[in-house]
């Protein structure tokens, strides 16, 4: 194949198109390719280039389709073939484009009378670019167009519907190849002439030449150049954003709620993982949603890290110690807490529900909804959102996946549309899209991250309310958000009825003794609705506090560390008056015994050093050892989740061309003496310092091997200025910079030879 190879082609290539490629195509600069050789197998490897293809859009992949069927990855093509390959209704400047956008990123590379495309481009578009079978060598010299007009109807037939397809068809008659005096059915007839060639004796498939013929003057099929129109209609901003505030906030009482009753009553982990359908569904009627909503819900407690697995013996889901620092903060905070673990959640909670391969259910939090690819893909649809303006949204999640799918038909897999709709029903769950738009806080948030969604959305969400109002039949109205000590005090005195934009309690006995048995008095609940009311309290509700407050804390119950007993009653007195026992807080609350808050082996220890000598004992009155045993804390592997290589920064991308010249320049040196530490030398450097003192001493270059602390091999040609203290200081060939060296990590040094 003449032209250029792309070694060759990317070593031209000038510091801003290769920083352009290594930023399109990230998976090339891990790790470091040591020169543009090692590059440039990397970036013709079928899985780079897979990887690469998937981020095209319809036409461009129909571009490189018809490059491969003009055989480029074979020899050199003109883009005016590739142009008449795709259609004479096409327009030139879109070829163009789409070849540029391909020479971009190194998918084919050359001028434009000269392209060329890696081998392993023809491995990863299919069988057959364009929807065009083999080329048939028995219809060279052939006039194709001739032999079809020739055909009967039954023949034409058979050939039209698999130019309009598929090029490979099922047929019986494809057991025996016989002379065309033979034939006896249509597909027996084409392959006696060659206008059907025969893969097994039950498949066959057209010819490229036939193929092109009947397509006419569309080689490739009708093609779709331009992307399918969306409608979209436009909403006042602030509109967009209160009523995505009400979802948010809706959200975050759901979390609440979650937590509350999954502190009281954890629900077990399924043996094969997961949450039970039973406990799903009880939690969905908890909260009044469905079980699709609830999923999403569990699921994004789960990703935030507000429940998890306890990993007992009897494993149960469970809130976390993160589940308390969530509740003290605001609901903006706690909104944006949620929606970030959602958008960087790996798993689809859409799976949940649907039959596996082995026709089982799937279950929430399971295995099964693992998808390290989720979070990108939720991105690819909110910053479709995203490019509209301000308040429009688009009117269709039918439109929105046919627009994905215009722009990266091949990314997705089997699942692509039904994740679109997925992403675009829990965004509109979470309060990040109303209307079809992104609001406020969505642009924040994929934007600028959490903290700032959550400023947003604190514009968004009604400002709250300090006050509440008292009815006659014992309910509580909540006007809006309430601030959020008076909202902790009216959830701890009353439960919620109806949620909205009003809220509305319930007050009855048994959350009366509920606040009650949290430390509140009945004067505190008075002076709590007398101050935060602004309807007069009813008398029903006062007699109901003093009533339950009368019968509340007779019998009592009390809590303590630890004990100590003894029958010398002096000696008791001693040791609770000493300062010990003050620190201690003993307390006596029987003849012969006093309690403390403190642990017992703190009490012990405390005591003994004050000059006493008491032991331990169990609950059955036997001696214990209290000897600390040291802290264990369990070893706990939480599965990675597999991303996308991230683009490198500007200052990466810098290192990383300036790695490649280096390399590229120690490959084309000639090289003179050589060391090479012997493997399990160990510290031993001395050949290679002196090899270096040499060049340091005739001013000479040298070629050294390194590998540096992350396992990264390279090659570069320095020259010496200093050698000490176990590191080699030397300027590159431009001799612009100064590099650092450690010895130990050179692995050869060569004398550039100068001739």
């Known amino acids: 194949m003449s032209g250029f190879t792309l070694t060759e082609w990317l070593r031209d290539r000038d510091d801003a198109q290769l920083a352009r490629l290594l930023g399109a195509r990230p998976d090339l600069a891990t790790p470091v390719p040591a020169d543009t050789t090692v590059l440039a197998t990397r970036a013709g490897s079928r899985a780079s280039v897979a990887r690469a293809a998937e981020g095209l859009d319809t036409f461009t992949l129909a571009v490189l389709d018809a490059l491969l069927l003009c055989d480029a990855d074979t020899r050199t093509v003109r883009v005016d073939d590739v142009a008449a390959m795709l259609g004479a209704k096409v327009p030139r400047k879109r070829v163009r484009a789409a070849v540029a956008a391909l020479v971009e990123l190194a998918l084919a590379w050359g001028p434009e009378d000269a392209l060329t495309v890696a081998p392993s481009a023809r491995e990863t578009t299919g069988h057959f670019p364009g929807g065009l079978g083999g080329y048939s060598t028995a219809l060279d010299g ?40 033979e034939a006896r059915t249509p597909i027996q007839r084409l392959l ?23 397509r006419g003057a569309n080689p490739m099929g009708q ?19 209160a009523t995505a505030a009400g979802e948010a906030m809706e959200l975050v009482r759901h979390t609440e709620t979650l937590i509350t009753l999954w502190s009281a009553e954890p629900p077990p982990v399924l043996r094969t993982g997961g949450l039970g359908v039973r406990e799903l569904r009880r939690f969905a009627r908890d909260i009044g949603a469905d079980e699709p909503r609830a ?168 400002q709250p309310v300090d006050h509440v109002l008292v009815q006659a039949d014992l309910t509580v109205v909540a006007p809006g958000p309430l601030e959020q000590t008076l909202a902790q005090e009216i959830n701890l005195v009353a439960n919620v009825e109806s949620a909205g934009s009003a809220t509305v309690y319930r007050v009855s006995d048994a959350t009366i003794r509920r606040a009650l048995d949290a430390g509140r008095t009945s004067t505190d609940l008075h002076e709590l609705f007398r101050t935060r ?90 001696l214990l050892d209290l000897r600390t045993k040291g802290i264990r804390v369990p070893v ?70 390194y590998v540096d602390s992350r396992g990264t091999a390279s090659q570069r040609v320095i020259e010496p200025v200093r050698i000490g203290g176990g590191v080699l200081e030397g300027l590159d060939s431009t001799r612009s910079e100064l590099h650092r060296f450690a010895l130990h990590r050179i692995t050869a040094v060569s004398l550039v030879d100068e001739e």
């Open 636 to 705: 706990r592997q939480r599965p990675r989740s597999g991303t996308l290589p991230k683009p490198p920064t500007p200052e990466q991308l810098a290192d990383l061309i300036s790695a490649l010249r280096a390399g590229d320049r120690a490959a084309a040196t000639r090289r003179g003496k050589t060391v090479s530490p012997a493997a399990g030398a160990g510290a031993d450097t001395s050949a290679t310092i002196a090899l270096l003192q040499e060049a340091v001493a005739q001013s000479r270059s040298v070629f050294i091997g």
């Open 223 to 241: 093609l779709r150049f331009d992307p399918p129109p969306v409608q979209t209609t436009g909403h006042d901003p602030a509109t967009v954003d």
């Open 295 to 462: 999923t999403v819900i569990v699921e994004i407690a789960y990703g935030a890290g507000l429940v998890t697995d306890t990993e007992t013996t009897s494993p149960q889901w469970a809130p976390t110690t993160h589940a308390d620092v969530w509740l003290a903060a605001s609901p903006p905070q706690r909104w944006a807490t949620l929606a970030h673990a959602w958008l960087e959640l790996p798993r689809l909670p859409g799976l949940s529900g649907t039959k596996d391969l082995k026709d089982k259910l799937v279950s929430p939090l399971s295995e099964e909804l693992r998808r390290p690819l989720a979070p990108a893909g939720r991105r690819r649809v909110l910053g479709t959102l995203a490019d509209l303006p301000l308040g429009t949204g688009m009117d269709s999640a039918d439109e929105v996946a046919g627009l994905l799918a215009w722009r990266a038909p091949r990314r997705g897999g089997r699942l692509r549309d039904e994740t679109v709709r997925w992403t675009l029903r829990e965004a509109n769950a979470l309060g990040l899209v109303a209307f079809g738009a992104l609001t406020s806080a969505g642009h924040a948030l994929l934007a600028d991250g959490p903290a700032a969604a959550a400023k947003r959305m604190v514009e968004a969400m009604p």
């Open 142 to 181: 052939q006039d194709v167009a001739a032999m079809l007009a020739a055909l009967a109807e039954p023949e034409r037939k058979v050939l039209t519907a698999l130019s309009d397809g598929t090029p490979t068809g099922r047929t019986k008659d494809a057991d025996l190849v016989v002379p065309i005096e």
């Open 192 to 214: 006696a002439q060659g206008l059907l060639l025969r893969r097994d004796a039950g498949t066959v498939e057209l010819p490229r030449q036939v193929g092109l013929v009947l």
């Open 533 to 622: 009311s602004r309807t007069p309290v009813p008398q029903s509700l006062t007699y109901m506090i003093d009533d339950v407050a009368r019968r509340h804390g007779l019998l009592r119950g009390g809590a303590c560390m630890s004990f100590l007993r003894c029958d010398d009653e002096v000696l008791l007195t001693q040791v609770a008056a000493s300062p010990a026992g003050v620190r201690l807080e003993l307390r006596k609350i029987a003849p012969g015994v006093l309690v403390s808050p403190v642990p017992l082996a703190d009490v012990l220890e405390e005591l003994r050093n004050a000059g006493f000598a008491p032991s331990a004992e169990g609950h059955d009155g036997q």
